[in-house]
Nanobody, 129 residues
Framework: QVQLLESGGGLAQPGDSLRLSCKGS????????VGWFRQAPGEEREGVSC????????????AYADSVEGRFTISRDYAKNTVYLQMDSLRPEDTAVYYC??????????????????WGQGTQVTVSS
C-alpha cells in the first residue's frame, strides 16, 4: 500500500522556522519527483516547491514559488525515505495546509498535474504573532 504522510506543521511566530516532513511508505521517494503545495482558506491551491527524481544519495534539481524562494528549502533524506521542506523567516501569509505529492517531474511551473502518483493528507501551518 502506497502512502504519503506529512508532518511538522504547527503554530509559529513571524520570523520563526518550521520543518515539514513528507514520508513515503510502500514506495521509494528517491525515484520520483516530490512537490509541496499549500492551500489557505478561500484560496486556490498553490505550488510551493518541488525536487526532481534522485538515485541513491544524489538529489535532483529544485524549484520554488516566488513567494517562498530564499526562505524555503526542499531536500531529501534517502535513508529515511523522506522529503523535507525547511521553512525559514515565516510570514503570516505562509499560513495554509501544506500537502506533499509525488509524480513524474519537477519544473518551475509547479503544476499539480505533474504530481499524480500520490498525495498526502496535509499538515497545518499557522504563522501568527
Amino acid at each position: 500500500q502506497v502512502q504519503l504522510l506529512e508532518s511538522g506543521g504547527g503554530l509559529a511566530q513571524p520570523g520563526d522556522s518550521l520543518r515539514l516532513s513528507c514520508k513515503g511508505s510502500g514506495f521509494t521517494l528517491a525515484y520520483y519527483a516530490v512537490g509541496w503545495f499549500r492551500q489557505a482558506p478561500g484560496e486556490e491551491r498553490e505550488g510551493v516547491s518541488c525536487i526532481s527524481t534522485a538515485n541513491a544519495d544524489t538529489y535532483g534539481s529544485t524549484a520554488y514559488a516566488d513567494s517562498v524562494e530564499g526562505r524555503f528549502t526542499i531536500s531529501r533524506d534517502y535513508a529515511k525515505n523522506t522529503v523535507y521542506l525547511q521553512m525559514d523567516s515565516l510570514r503570516p501569509e505562509d499560513t495554509a495546509v501544506y500537502y506533499c505529492a509525488v509524480g513524474a517531474g519537477c519544473d518551475h511551473s509547479l503544476k499539480a498535474s505533474r504530481f499524480d502518483k500520490s498525495w498526502g493528507q496535509g499538515t497545518q501551518v499557522t504563522v501568527s504573532s
